[in-house]
């Protein structure tokens, strides 16, 4: 409903909200699940890197993707970045899927991750080409 209220606004609209939703986001409004995406995130983020958060909303629920993709590297399709923090068994078991998938579709050594149940301390990124600009 449009309304004109007695006040300076010149109008408003009344809704009634159904559903709704709620996503968790860094400072620089990247959605992440968990407190070692935003770590990553952040870092990312300060280190001036071009990279994308890929989101679920359209995916399949089997599709493997990554939790970053840095675009910024020497290669051109993209690097993927994992960020592994738990070690319940549905998760182990998911997390062993990915690494096969990643190792062979991008080979060993030619995608990111950080086991942030072992490793206290992010990892280097993989480096940044030459020239490569965050635009």
Do not use: C
């Amino acid at each position: 409903n449009i309304g004109t209220p007695n006040s300076r606004w010149r109008g408003w609209i009344q809704a009634e909200v159904r559903t709704g939703a709620l996503m968790t986001v860094s400072r620089s409004m990247l959605p992440f699940e968990s407190s070692h995406e935003l770590a990553v995130a952040d870092a990312l983020v300060a280190a001036g890197r071009a990279f994308e958060k890929p989101l679920r909303f359209d995916a399949e629920r089997d599709l493997v993707f990554p939790d970053f993709i840095l675009w910024d590297t020497a290669r051109n399709a993209g690097y993927p970045m994992e960020v592994f923090g738990r070690t319940d068994e549905a998760y182990t078991a998911r997390r062993a899927g990915k690494e096969n998938y990643y190792n062979m579709t991008f080979g060993r050594g030619g995608w990111w991750s950080w086991d942030a149940t072992t490793e206290s301390r992010i990892p280097a990124f993989p480096p940044a080409r030459k020239g490569a600009t965050l635009s």
